[in-house]
């Protein structure tokens, strides 16, 4: 029989696919291979569940974690799902503190698993009171508390390191030319980055990023794609990682969301879209310099379902002035 032991030990081990239609502007041209590196199928639904085991695990060690205690963390989500998962196997209490751009939805999945949310206004600085980060800094001082902080934790780009890296390499076969990713505490670009450039040098590292956020020369301009780009520069991020930051805008983001659903079947969430537009876009220039020989593989962090009611939804993206994604309509049984 083969069966897991803990569902924990289903996180990791995803596959790639290779995308095809979405890149359908490469067609007729023999263009690199695009792989997509599936990180909704944690057990979880995102690539965080990589860096909660191991930010766990350390923090049972060094005794920072007691029986018992509670885990506190300023999360957009899926962090804090990896997190619940760990805590709840092994009997500790999670709090986490969401900035109110994030879905509903999302917020919701953390209460399913049993964890307290608190709501902060994203409109503060972050050395506002009411800032995510501080609200949870006093909640972590409460006595038996533990606050991971994925943006300092080293445990954080270790697990991608340990992990996410040695995984492409071998699925790869060591043919990967150019890794792209979205960064939020950076931890998945710098592990990674880290691991495939001590492979082989010649790896290109390309970030993707919202356009306003600082990795793409900004200022922390608010955008709406959830869980990439930042206002700080993050303890995690390591700024020697990056050979290149390609900049994004939430249109496009979105709008590449959309295509994935519609034409790879592919539902993911705004920072895999704005991961996979980097990617293409990337395509078609190593295509235009006869580089059919390269192998980019993206990291897709998380599902769309947490976002049905945001980029899947016509109406949420005509109040922001994108453009419609002409969604089917929905008709009732009378008019069929
Ligand atoms: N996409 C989503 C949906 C995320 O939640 C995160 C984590 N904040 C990222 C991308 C970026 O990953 P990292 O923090 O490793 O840079």
């Not at 085991?53 to 205690?69: C, F, K, N, V, W």
């Not at 939805?105 to 980060?133: F, I, M, Q, W």
């Not at 959309?258 to 293409?280: C, D, F, N, Q």
């Amino acid at each position: 029989m083969q069966y897991a032991n803990s569902l924990l030990d289903l996180i990791g081990n995803t596959p790639l696919l290779r995308l095809s239609t979405s890149l359908d502007d490469l067609a007729g041209v023999e263009g690199p291979l695009v792989l997509a590196k599936i990180e909704y199928l944690n057990p979880g639904g995102s690539v965080k569940d990589r860096i909660a085991t191991r930010m766990i695990d350390a923090a049972e060690a060094s005794g920072a974690l007691q029986p018992g205690g509670t885990i506190v963390e300023p999360t957009s989500g899926n962090t804090g799902v990896g997190l619940a998962m760990v805590a709840q196997a092994r009997g500790y209490k999670t709090i986490f503190v969401c900035p109110d751009k994030v879905s509903e939805d999302k917020r919701n999945v953390l209460k399913a698993y049993g964890a307290e949310v608190v709501v902060c206004p994203t409109a503060v600085e972050p050395e506002h009171p009411d800032s995510y980060y501080n609200v949870s800094d006093r909640l972590a001082a409460q006595p038996g508390a533990w606050k991971p902080d994925q943006y300092s934790n080293p445990n954080n780009p270790r697990s991608h390191y340990e992990t996410t890296g040695p995984e492409i390499w071998a699925q790869t076969e060591g043919r990967i030319t150019h890794f792209v990713t979205g960064m939020g505490t950076g931890g998945t670009i710098s592990g990674v980055g880290r691991y495939l450039k001590e492979q082989n040098p010649e790896i290109q590292v390309v970030g993707a990023d919202p356009s306003g956020s600082v990795y793409s020369g900004g200022t922390g301009r608010p955008y709406l794609v959830e869980g990439v780009g930042e206002d700080f520069w993050p303890e995690t991020y390591d700024r020697g990682v990056a050979d290149r930051v390609i900049e994004i805008s939430d249109a496009d983001s979105f709008a590449f969301t959309r295509r994935l659903a519609r034409e790879e079947a592919l539902l993911v969430g705004g920072s895999s879209g704005m991961a996979a537009y980097a990617a293409k876009q990337l395509a078609t220039e190593l295509a235009a310099e006869g580089r059919t020989d390269a192998v980019i593989v993206v990291l897709l962090p998380d599902s769309g379902r947490g976002y049905l009611g945001k980029i899947f939804n016509d109406s949420w993206l005509a109040q922001y002035g994108f453009p419609s994604g002409h969604a089917p309509a929905t008709r009732t049984v009378g008019q069929v």
